[in-house]
């Protein structure tokens, strides 16, 4: 499956950004997929995880109650609505998806066997 990765910008504090993350090439059904981000110097990290069903959702503690993963199988996307950014929030989020992903395994990048390009988060202060 390919992945295209998009609604990155440049917001405010406290401001708010919905990324998207359209699949093609085969359907999303069946595949659990990821967001993850990285900021500059910075390694790779988790964000937040959806399986295939939409039953079971997953945040990295710094974004839980501030970040909602969603998913539609019909239209074959993902989004992730980012409220109350800080600069901190300043990345280029990815999103990633793969089938068969054990739930422990959820918020790790060696599970996820392909990945979107990547959008740009800009949180000014």
């Known amino acids: 499956v390919q992945l295209q990765a998009s609604g990155g910008g440049l917001v405010q504090a406290g401001g708010s950004l919905r990324l998207s993350c359209a699949a093609s090439?085969?359907?999303?059904?069946?595949?659990?997929v990821a967001w993850f981000r990285q900021a500059p110097g910075k390694g790779r990290v988790f964000v937040a995880a959806?399986?295939?069903?939409?039953?079971?959702?997953y945040y990295a503690d710094s974004m839980k109650g501030r970040f909602t993963i969603s998913r539609d199988n019909v239209q074959n996307m993902v989004y992730l609505q980012m409220n109350n950014l800080t600069p901190e929030d300043t990345a280029v989020h990815h999103c990633?998806?793969?089938?068969?992903?054990?739930?422990?395994?959820?918020?790790?990048?060696?599970?996820?066997?392909?990945w979107g390009q990547g959008t740009q988060v800009t949180v000014s202060s």
């Open positions: 090439g085969y359907t999303f059904r069946g595949y659990s």
């Open positions: 959806i399986k295939w069903n939409s039953r079971h959702t």
């Open positions: 990633a998806a793969s089938t068969s992903v054990i739930q422990s395994n959820l918020d790790s990048q060696n599970a996820y066997r392909s």
